[in-house]
Every structure is written in structure tokens, then in C-alpha cells.
């Protein structure tokens, strides 16, 4: 989308030729947010790429991971093999594929980006906090802020940067990549955002990490010193995962919704569901109150109203035919 608001690119190379941060200015690395909508409010981008940061470097410490460092490059990250959070397949790889993301999106979206924006279900939010990453903050004042990628994030949408604030990296220890890690992931539809997205870890010395994302509206981390039983974990979840964790609307992920999830979702998250199935509305006037399956067609879910007919139906057999029931209740 063209951003005709925009009166000036600027293209900083070091951090002492970034401009004064003022009111209509917005930075610049993927984009590809920034360019899917309208940003009447913006006057002014200040491009990232030309400070040509590395996008991965492998220290001694840690694993650093650059602001601008895309999905691809991460996703393409060869694995060393004492790295026991890579079984097949590797957790980064897992979590850049959690993306409701084209390739072409992978190419050009950065993971400074995934976290700056600060959604319920980014899964670089996942990756990082459940690695114990840390993210360095450009302060506009000149100084640096160290803050974890669990703390970083604060809501929907909200996180620890003020106006003018940039996201340097974030580095992950070492050491967190050789703890065995598992990957778990759960959405309404097969290739849908993720509902609920948790990554365990285990350390040398028996101790266990939960890190909850997608289902709460910030990243929740539960620490055990050893692997607990079901009913501890469940009391542990149910004492840091309040309902004011959750996000405040259904479907998922405090309104970023999809077109066929018509059903509530906290299900998904790790605690019981407890909304209402029923969904009531009004067409053409007339009241109708049903309870929508998980990622039903909308047009399948009318038509058992009986709110549309002729054409509108028989399309819909005719989908329901090509692609076969079960894949389109799915949404496929």
C-alpha cells in the first residue's frame, strides 16, 4: 500500500547519523506491516537496512540476532549439533513456521519487527522469551537498555519502547539452546495464527521452563526445579494465567480475528474454556442463535440457518464437493 503521507526517507548508517526522533516518524526494516494499511499519521521513515547489521553472529555466549535479521535468514541458521534445543525439526524452525506468513513475507519481515509489533501471537516472541533472550534497546537519550524478551513485551500490542526507543538485538545464551526443548502449537484452522503456542525446555540439571504465548496477551514463563506432575502444573497455570491474561475478546488474540473463526477460543488457551458457544445475530432482520464449530466455513454455518439459499448454497455443496467436507469445515 502506498504511504502518501510520507514526505522524507531517511537512510542513517551509524547510530550518530540517526535523526531527532519527532512526532510522525516511524522506523523502517521489513515493513511489512507498515505498508499494509493506511499510517495517515506518519510523515517521516527512517530506513534500518542501510546499517547493514549482521543478521545472525554465533559468539562465544550467545547467539546474537539482529533487529533487521529476516525469517528466512533466522530460518536458514544452520544448527550446530551440540545444540540439543534443534531436534528434528529445530525449534526456530518450528517457530518460523508458526507464522500465518507467504514465503515472500518470510524474505522481507524481520524478527525485531515480530516483536516490536508485540502480538498475542507473534512466535518470535515465543522463540525468544522461551530461550531466554535478551533485547537490547537504543535509547534515545544515547544510552542502552538490556530487558528480556519476557518483560520487553508488556500486552497487546504494548511493550517496554518509548517514542523513539530502537530495538538493536536480541541475544539469546548459549546455553539455552543445549537444554532439550519440545514445541507445541494449536490453531483453528490447519494453517491458521496460532491460538495457543508453548514451548517447554528442560536444563542439564533437571529443570523445567513453560513458556505460554498466542492464548495470553503476553508472554507467561512457569519455572519448575524439576518436572512437575499434572496437578502442579495446572495449579501453577492457573495462578499466573488469570482471566486478565487472556485476551478480552473471542476470537483469539484480542481481536485479531480470522473470517472463519466464528467460534469462542479460549478452549485453546491452557486454561478451561469458559465462554459461551452460542453465537446470536440478525439478518435481513430476523434473529438466529446457532454454536459455530471451530474453524467452520461461514457460508456452511449460515446455511444451516436457512438464512441464505439458491446460489449461495449450491456453491457451497459445490466447494464442499471439490474439496471434500472435512477439509472445507476446516477452512482449507
Not at 36 to 53: A, K, M, N
Not at 133 to 146: F, H, L, R, S
Not at 163 to 177: F, K, S, V, W
Not at 198 to 221: F, K
Request: glycine share 6%; hydrophobic share 45%; aromatic share 6%.
Amino acid at each position: 500500500m502506498d504511504l502518501n503521507t510520507i514526505a522524507e526517507v531517511s537512510h542513517p548508517q551509524t547510530r550518530a547519523q540517526l535523526p531527532v526522533w519527532a512526532a510522525g516518524d516511524a522506523w523502517l526494516a521489513g515493513g511489512t506491516w507498515l505498508f499494509s494499511e493506511p499510517q495517515v499519521h506518519l510523515t517521516r521513515l527512517i530506513d534500518l537496512t542501510d546499517f547493514r547489521w549482521p543478521a545472525l553472529t554465533i559468539g562465544e555466549t550467545e547467539l546474537t540476532i539482529a533487529a533487521t535479521c529476516t525469517v528466512a535468514q533466522l530460518d536458514a541458521l544452520a544448527w550446530p549439533p551440540e545444540w540439543l534445543a534443534a531436534p528434528p525439526p529445530p525449534l526456530i524452525n518450528q517457530c518460523c513456521r508458526a507464522f500465518l506468513a507467504s514465503f515472500k513475507i518470510w524474505k522481507t519481515a524481520t524478527v525485531g519487527g515480530n516483536l516490536c509489533m508485540s502480538l498475542p501471537a507473534g512466535p518470535m516472541i515465543a522463540l525468544t522469551a522461551a530461550l531466554d533472550g535478551i533485547c537490547t534497546v537504543w535509547k534515545t537519550d544515547g544510552n542502552e537498555q538490556k530487558i528480556g524478551v519476557a518483560e520487553f513485551v508488556t500486552g497487546n500490542q504494548r511493550n517496554a519502547l518509548a517514542p523513539g526507543d530502537l530495538l538493536r538485538q536480541i541475544d539469546i545464551p548459549l546455553e539455552a539452546l543445549k537444554r532439550r526443548a519440545a514445541f507445541r502449537q494449536i490453531s483453528l484452522t490447519p494453517v491458521g495464527r496460532s491460538a495457543a503456542l508453548l514451548i517447554g525446555s528442560i536444563s542439564s540439571a533437571g529443570a523445567m521452563d513453560l513458556t505460554v504465548t498466542a492464548s495470553t496477551t503476553r508472554p507467561v514463563r512457569l519455572s519448575f526445579a524439576e518436572i512437575p506432575p499434572a496437578s502442579a502444573l495446572r495449579e501453577m497455570i492457573l495462578q499466573r494465567i488469570p482471566d486478565a491474561a487472556l485476551p478480552q475478546r473471542c476470537p483469539r488474540q484480542a481481536g485479531v480475528a480470522q473470517a472463519h473463526d466464528a467460534a469462542p477460543c479460549r478452549g485453546n488457551s491452557p486454561r478451561v474454556a469458559r465462554c459461551g458457544a452460542a453465537m446470536s445475530y440478525q439478518i435481513n432482520g430476523k434473529e438466529f442463535s446457532e454454536s459455530p464449530h471451530a474453524g467452520q466455513c461461514l457460508r456452511t454455518f449460515f446455511a444451516r440457518t436457512r438464512a441464505f439459499r439458491g446460489q449461495e448454497r449450491l456453491r457451497c455443496r459445490r466447494l464442499r464437493r471439490l474439496h471434500g467436507a472435512d477439509r472445507w469445515r476446516a477452512g482449507t
